[in-house]
């Protein structure tokens, strides 16, 4: 198990991959860190001793030092982001050893393999800051909110945003589909069903469809596969690692893969027609979404029953209005094979996606 030794945070990568460092002589030791070097999808630099130039050692985004080798680094540059791995967990003097090369952490092989495979994945993917994670669901049936959580990941791409669209609800018919892409090559959902652990965030973007200059992760047409919440955690925490935008449709009831989702949005709309029946529902999807999310807008969609608006739908639902999310043809009848939600960048939906994406941008410090 890692064991911390100081509290230095480990050395930012600004968002750029690196070469992890590896300093051993221990020829099983290095085997089991290649071993896990390339499950992390890294490829490392490897020496025996500091390597020469010195700035190698300093440049590294992370240092894994054997115990074999804490001698011979006793006297390098003092730097953060150092771990010291050995396997003897009775050596109580491998503290000693991790002080005097100014050691972040102490790993025990086999036990912190796990952990090391995270923090080394961290620096193979250059991981920066996080994407704005933003979930979509209707009130009700019917509510249109796959449309809009289509037009904002358009929009999102249109902007120069690395964007990832997620469709997290395997009977909705899938949104490749909304976006005229059910025959592209890629991946769906089905084939991440074993997926445990760690899923690189790259791999993934890479395996999916490209529609529209944003990448979309939906289900197939055959027969309906469950996704064990364990593997949907996995696979949406890959894809904030990547950065940019993350914008997941979602269904409206709450399992446990739909929990995991909820847990790693940063916001979501409730999307909600004008209607007291649609508020009504509505009102159940805010109570059980707002037990996993603090972060709940309602957006709401005319035309109104006499006596509501925006406002008073959102007073209604004690929630904090995003806006009225425009009446345009494509929300209400999609058709298939024309051009996606929000693709016109002057329409009303597009602005609308717009601005959302510059407040909630600034809300939450850049992307």
């Not at 025996?48 to 590294?60: T, V, Y």
């Not at 992370?62 to 050596?91: C, E, F, P, S, T």
């Not at 920066?128 to 009130?139: D, E, S």
């Not at 298939?336 to 410090?365: D, I, Q, T, Y």
Request: with cysteine.
């Amino acid at each position: 198990m890692p064991g911390t030794v100081t509290h230095d945070p480990p050395p930012a990568t600004g968002g750029r991959p690196g070469r992890p460092l590896i300093v051993t002589e221990d020829a099983e030791l290095l085997d089991d860190l290649l071993r896990l070097c390339a499950a992390a999808g890294a490829t490392p630099e490897v020496h025996h001793g500091l390597p020469e130039p010195r700035g190698n050692w300093e440049a590294a985004p992370l240092v894994l030092v054997g115990d074999d080798a804490a001698g011979r680094v006793r006297g390098a540059v003092r730097r953060r982001g150092v771990v010291l791995v050995g396997r003897d967990q009775d050596d109580s003097g491998v503290w000693r050893r991790a002080v005097e090369i100014g050691a972040d952490h102490v790993l025990m092989l086999p036990d912190g393999e796990q952990w090391l495979v995270d923090r080394i994945a961290d620096v193979a993917e250059g991981v920066g800051r996080p994407a704005l994670t933003v979930g979509v669901i209707g009130g009700r049936g019917g509510a249109g909110a796959s449309t809009l959580a289509c037009a904002l990941a358009v929009t999102s791409a249109r902007e120069g945003l690395r964007t990832l669209l997620v469709d997290a609800d395997p009977l909705g018919g899938g949104l490749d589909v909304l976006l005229g892409g059910e025959t592209a090559e890629g991946l769906r959902w089905p084939a991440f069903a074993a997926s445990r652990g760690r899923v690189g965030g790259g791999a993934l973007e890479e395996s999916l469809p490209e529609l529209h200059s944003l990448r979309v992760l939906s289900w197939d047409r055959g027969d309906r596969i469950d996704v064990p919440p364990q593997a949907v955690r996995a696979v949406l925490a890959a894809a904030r690692r990547r950065g940019g935008t993350v914008v997941v449709d979602l269904p409206r009831r709450i399992d446990g893969g739909v929990t995991e989702v909820l847990a790693q949005l940063d916001l979501a709309l409730l999307v909600v027609p004008g209607e007291l029946r649609a508020v009504a529902a509505a009102g159940r999807i805010a109570s059980a979404v707002g037990m996993v999310l603090r972060d709940l807008r309602v957006a709401v969609r005319a035309p109104y029953t006499p006596g509501l608006d925006d406002r008073e739908v959102a007073r209604l639902l004690h929630l904090p209005l995003a806006g009225e999310v425009p009446v345009e043809p494509a929300l209400l009848r999609p058709r298939e094979g024309s051009a996606p939600p929000g693709a016109a960048p002057r329409g009303p939906l597009a602005r609308f996606c717009k601005e959302f994406w510059e407040r909630a941008l600034v809300e939450a410090g850049g992307v």
